[in-house]
C-alpha cells in the first residue's frame, strides 16, 4: 500500500467513525483500530521484516 492508498484508507475510517490510533510508536504509516470482538489490528502501509514461522 503506497502513501495515496495509506491516506484513503485514514479516509474511510474517519467517514465511518471508526475509532483508530496512529500513526504512532515511532511507525509512520500504522494505524490500530479494534476488531468486532475488541481485539487489536495493526493496519501497516510498510513491508515486514520476513519471519520464518515453519
Known amino acids: 500500500m503506497g502513501p495515496k492508498e495509506f491516506e484513503a484508507l485514514r479516509g474511510r475510517l474517519d467517514e465511518r467513525e471508526?475509532?483508530?490510533?496512529?500513526?504512532?510508536?515511532?511507525?509512520?504509516n500504522s494505524v490500530y483500530v479494534?476488531?468486532?470482538?475488541?481485539?487489536?489490528v495493526e493496519l501497516l502501509s510498510a513491508a515486514l521484516l520476513d519471519m520464518d514461522f515453519d
Open 34 to 40: 479494534r476488531d468486532p470482538d475488541g481485539l487489536q
Open 18 to 28: 471508526i475509532p483508530y490510533r496512529g500513526p504512532d510508536l515511532g511507525v509512520r
